[in-house]
C-alpha cells in the first residue's frame, strides 16, 4: 500500500520489549500508533513528504508524540504524507483498490487502518486532510476542536487551520485515544447517545456532490429516524456560502508565509503545482487575508445558535468515492468550512458507492463539545449504518 | 551586555557584502535584525536557552526569518532567551544598570536595541516577554495582533498565545519592519494621529503598580491632554478581572503539553523552578483549561465596545522599574491580559524612575487595528512623551 514513509521493525520490536519488561505506563500501554510523516519524532527521519527534508533527523519528539510514548504507545512508524501536507502526493494507494487515491494528505495513517495495520495513527488536517482520506479509505476519522492537540513538533503549514486529528477503526477508538491523551471527558466506552438529534445539512458545496453523495443524501434522513435519532434538516446561513473561498484564502496566504524558508531557498525543489500556489499565496493582500479572517469569527459566533437545537449536523465526507487515479488525491470542498470553523469533525464509513469504494458520513459538532461529535459518531457506526 | 547567543562577525559581514554585490532585495536591504533564540536559522545554531539543545542547527529558518532575509536583512545574530521563553533567566544584563534584570524572556533582543547595537529584533511574547523587556529596557516594544507573523520554526511554547513581535528603537522602525513583512497598511512614516482619543485604564491589576507607576499614572492624564490628545479614563468590565488568572491557566497547561518531549526524556536538564511548572501544568484539568479559553472569547468580544470611543487603551507596560538583581526576569502581571485577548501592544519608553531607570507606558489597540495601535505609540513619543 506503500503506507509508510518510514518503517523500521527492529526498532518496533525493541520499544515493544522494553513496554513489556516494565511496568504499565498508562492507558495506551503497548498500543501501536502511526505517526503522519509532518510530525516530527526524535528516533525517526521526519522528511514532510519533501525532498529537500530527506533523511531529516528532528532533535525531539513532537509534544503529541511524547505524550502518547508516555503513555505507553509503541509508535509502529512514520506515514505517508502529501508534500508539506499540501496536494501533491505520496506514493500510497488505496486499500479498497489500489488504482484509486487513498485521499490526502494523511493518506499513509488512512491506507494503513483501513488495512488492518495499525488500529490508530495521527494525522493532520488544513483543509480535509484528516476526513478525506479516512472517508476515501473507508475508516474513521477525527479531526478534534482546533487547538485540542499540541502542536509543538508538527511541521507548519497555516496557523489558523493546522489542526492534529485522528484516524482509527472506529469512533470508540478515537475516543478512547483523545480521551488519554487529553484527559478530556469523553465518550463512555461502549455506550452512544440513545436518541440523537441530528440535522441533515447539504452546505452550500452541494453542487459538488457526485451522484453516489445524492443518492445517500436522499436515503440518509428516513434510515437514521427508523434507527431512532430525532432527525432535522437544516441550511446554514447566508455568509456561509463565503467560508469555503475564506479558507482558501487563509490557506494560501499562511501556507506561503510559513514555507518561507523553502520556497526562497529550495524553490526548485519543490513540486510545480505547489510552487505555483505558493506563488499566489504570496500574492494574496493583507486585507483580503484579514477579510476572510473576520467572515470565520462571525461565522464561529453563529453557528451555536445554527444548531442549537441539534447534537450535531451531518454532512457529506467527501463528493463521493475516492476518484480512480494517483496523480491527485480528491477534493477537500466538504471539509474547508469546518476546519476553517474550528469544529470537531468526525467521518464514519456509511456504505459504498458504484465502484464498491466507500463512502462516509460526516459529523460536525460544536467547538469544544468533542464529547458528544464523537457519541454521535459512535451512535452512526452502532445503530445507524446499514450493512455493506 | 551578553545580549547574543550567537554572534558571529565574519558571517555577519558576509551577508552584508553579498548584499551590496547584488540588486536592492526589498525595503529591509542592508538592515541589520536580531533574532531571539528560539526562532530557527538555517546558518546558526539555535538553542532555546536550554543546555538541552547545545549546538542544535535547524534544517530551515522560521518564516519570519526566511521573508526577512528576503527583504534584505542582515541576520546579526541569536539573541538570548530565557530558557523556553519561560521565566528562567539567560546572562543578559540591563544596559541602563547591569545590576538589574533586562527583563526576559526576550531578554537579548530588548537589551541589544538598548545598547545601540542593532536597530530592530524579533522577540516573542506568550505572557510579557515583548513588553516588559522593552519597558525595563527603555526601547519600543511591539507584540501584534495574535498570528500577524508566521510562526513555523518558532519553538512553540503556548500554541494559543505565542505572538512573534519586534523590538524597536522606536514605534516608526516597528512600524516600518511590519509594514515590510506583512505589506498591511500601517503607519505613514513619520505622520501619526493629530489628535489621538486615549482611555487611560488602571487594569485590574493596579494594586501591583509600585510608586513610581502609581506616580506616573497620576500625571499621565493631564501630560497627554496638554499634549493634544482628548483623554478618558475607563474601567474593564467585571469578568476582566479573571482574565490574569486564565492566561496563567492557558499558559501553564500547553506549556507543558508543547514540552513534554524535553520533560519526559530531560527532565534533570530543565531547571527546577521551570519543572515544577511544567509539571503543575499537567495537573490543570481540561475542564479548568477549557473554562480559561471560554472567558478568554467572551473578554475578546465584549473589548470591542468597551473602548469603541477611543483610539487605544493607555496601560501600565510593567508594575516599575526593571528589579535589582539578574535571578529572576520581572513580573508579567501587565502584560497577561492582553496576549490572551490577542490585541495589538506597544510599549513607549516615557520616564524614568526613582533609580534612573526606564518607565515605558503600554497602548492597546484593537485585534487587527495595529496600524493605530502604533500611530498612538508615534504621537506618544512624538508629543507626550516628557523629556528624560
Redesign the interface.
Known amino acids: 500500500m506503500h503506507a509508510f514513509a518510514h518503517l523500521d521493525p527492529e526498532h518496533v520490536l525493541a520499544q515493544a520489549r522494553a513496554l513489556d519488561r516494565g511496568a504499565v505506563r498508562g492507558p495506551l500501554h503497548g498500543l501501536p500508533l502511526g505517526v503522519k510523516d509532518v510530525i516530527d519524532t ?1 528516533d525517526a527521519p521526519t522528511e514532510y513528504g519533501s525532498p529537500i ?1 530527506r533523511g ?1 533527523r528532528p ?9 502518547a ?2 503513555l505507553g504507545a509503541v509508535i509502529l512508524g512514520k506515514t505517508v504524507t502529501t508534500e508539506f501536507a499540501t496536494f501533491p502526493p505520496g506514493p500510497t494507494v488505496n486499500p479498497r483498490d489500489p488504482a484509486h487515491t487513498p485521499g490526502g494528505s494523511s493518506s499513509g495513517s488512512a491506507a494503513a487502518i483501513a488495512d488492518c495495520m495499525l488500529p490508530l495513527a495521527y494525522g493532520t488536517q488544513t483543509s480535509g486532510s484528516v476526513i478525506r482520506p479516512a472517508a476515501f479509505c473507508g475508516v474513521v476519522g477525527y479531526k478534534p476542536s482546533f ?1 485540542t ?5 508538527v ?3 497555516a ?2 487551520l493546522d489542526t492534529v486529528g485522528i484516524l482509527a477503526c472506529s469512533a470508540e477508538d478515537a475516543a478512547l485515544l483523545i480521551s488519554a491523551l ?4 469523553s465518550l463512555p466506552i461502549g455506550q452512544s447517545v440513545p436518541a440523537p438529534r441530528l440535522a441533515v445539512c447539504r452546505t452550500p458545496q452541494w453542487p459538488a456532490a457526485q451522484p453516489e453523495t445524492v443518492a445517500l443524501f436522499e436515503e440518509l434522513p428516513g434510515r437514521l429516524a427508523r434507527a431512532g435519532a430525532y432527525v432535522g434538516k437544516l441550511e446554514l446561513p447566508a455568509p456561509f456560502a463565503r467560508l469555503e473561498a475564506a479558507q482558501g484564502t487563509v490557506w494560501e496566504y ?1 501556507m506561503a ?9 529550495h524553490r526548485e525543489r519543490i513540486r510545480e503545482p505547489l510552487r505555483a500556489q505558493l506563488a499566489a499565496g504570496w500574492a494574496i ?3 483580503r487575508y ?1 477579510a476572510a ?2 467572515l470565520a469569527r462571525d461565522c464561529r ?1 453563529q453557528l451555536a445558535d445554527v444548531f442549537a437545537d441539534y447534537d450535531a449536523l451531518i454532512v457529506p465526507s467527501a463528493p463521493g468515492e475516492a476518484p480512480r487515479g494517483l496523480e491527485a488525491t480528491g477534493n477537500p470542498v466538504f471539509n474547508r468550512i469546518w476546519t476553517l470553523l474550528h469544529v470537531p469533525a468526525v467521518t464514519v464509513p456509511w456504505t459504498s458507492g458504484p465502484h464498491g469504494l466507500p463512502l462516509g458520513v460526516q459529523v460536525i459538532g460544536r467547538v ?1 463539545d468533542d464529547a458528544r461529535a464523537l457519541a454521535c459518531a459512535h451512535w452512526l457506526q452502532a445503530s445507524g449504518q446499514p450493512a455493506v
Open positions: 526524535f527534508y531529516h532533535a525531539a519528539d513532537a509534544g503529541c508524540v511524547a505524550r510514548r508516555a487547538g492537540l499540541p502542536r509543538n513538533g511541521k507548519l503549514l496557523d489558523s487529553t484527559a478530556r471527558a499562511e508565509r510559513n514555507l518561507a524558508d523553502e520556497y526562497y531557498r493582500t493583507a486585507e484579514d479572517k473576520a459566533r469544544g
